[in-house]
């Protein structure tokens, strides 16, 4: 099968499939009534990375049909977007198990609810941020795996930093109305890659200490 092929069919199965699994896991996100919840800022990371990322999900789209691909192409890159394409698919899945383990507090704005909690089970045991995570990798990969110069850009310019923001930005207002909670799962999991990094860093500076 020619790689085009198999790369176009695989995120076509992958975006049907998974935005119908989106819909159930929205579905009881959106199960609450107006001013059920205690903060929502007005700020402009609550619209801005949205459309960035509805904008690179209409370029991926696009890319199905070759708008924006890179014109120098080789066949040694045929192994390289089968990966890309795969990890995009496990990313996807990855961010609906992130999305189902927010249940009732999932909502694609940034919110505090009058029931909201600090959610640690599941994917969250492992870093604190894996929608915005796996969003990233989605779109990394799906832009290797189409060869996807406006995907590409968008993603690395506009999108990752934009993400990278939000996060910080929601782990400010979760310490605000959980500073005890919150505080101590930053303590015990990872921000965004489960990573031993601390760890070696620490080990590092006791054997520097040690040797001086």
Known sequence: ????????????????LTLSANVKSASIG??????????KPKIWLQFWPK???T????FVLAGL??????????????????IAVFIY???SWLQIWSYRECRDLNTPDIIIFKNHRVIDSGIY????????????LQDLMVGIALMNWLVLSFTIVLEFPMLILRANYEEKLLLKHFPDDYLYYQKRVYKWFP??????????????????
């Open 1 to 16: 099968m020619n790689i085009n092929y198999f790369v176009n069919l695989v995120i076509v199965l992958n975006i049907v």
């Open 30 to 39: 959106f199960k609450f009534k107006f001013g059920s919840f205690k903060e």
């Open 51 to 53: 459309l960035i990322s």
């Open 55 to 58: 904008l690179i999900f209409l």
């Open 65 to 82: 049909f070759g708008i924006g691909k890179l014109k120098i192409i080789s066949e040694d890159f045929g192994f390289a977007r089968i």
């Open 89 to 91: 698919v496990i990313s």
């Open 125 to 136: 045991k492992v870093v604190r941020h894996p929608i915005y995570l796996t969003q990233i």
């Open 195 to 212: 990573f031993p990094i601390r760890q070696l860093t620490d080990g590092f500076a006791k054997k520097k200490r040690a040797n001086q």
